[in-house]
């Protein structure tokens, strides 16, 4: 019953910035765990951050650590992705996804989003 729609991606030059956002559907956004994850062509789904309900909480894949920021705004139902420097090796389909366990693994999240693509060319 969470309905999870991603935006904000688009093609960009390495080092660039952009911020992807995720809308949820439902009043019970707050109660959730959102985690990004990330797709490239070919290649199995990557976990990129998770945040805990209160965006206490956050978790990032070492390849983005530092680079990347994920917070959430519980009254708007969003959680964000910012993106800086971006490199290359980002290029992949985004995907948002909701669950109730605060954790990396992409299995235990029980909503996802349909994707934003993500470009970034050298």
């Known amino acids: 019953q969470v309905q999870l729609v991603e935006s904000g991606g688009g093609l960009v030059q390495a080092g660039d910035s952009l911020r992807l956002s995720c809308v949820a559907s439902?009043?019970?956004?707050?109660?959730?765990?959102m985690g990004w994850f990330r797709q490239a062509p070919g290649k199995e789904r990557e976990f990129v951050s998770v945040?805990?309900?209160?965006?206490?909480?956050?978790m990032y894949a070492d390849s983005v650590r530092g680079r990347f920021t994920i917070s959430r705004d519980n009254a708007k139902n969003t959680v964000y992705l910012q993106m800086n420097m971006v490199k290359p090796e980002d290029t992949a389909v985004y995907y948002c996804?909701?669950?109730?366990?605060?954790?990396?693994?992409?299995?235990?999240?029980?909503?996802w989003g349909q994707g934003t693509q993500v470009t970034v060319s050298s």
């Open positions: 996804a909701a669950g109730d366990v605060f954790t990396r693994l992409g299995g235990r999240y029980d909503y």
């Open positions: 439902g009043r019970t956004f707050g109660r959730h765990v």
């Open positions: 945040i805990g309900q209160s965006g206490g909480m956050t």
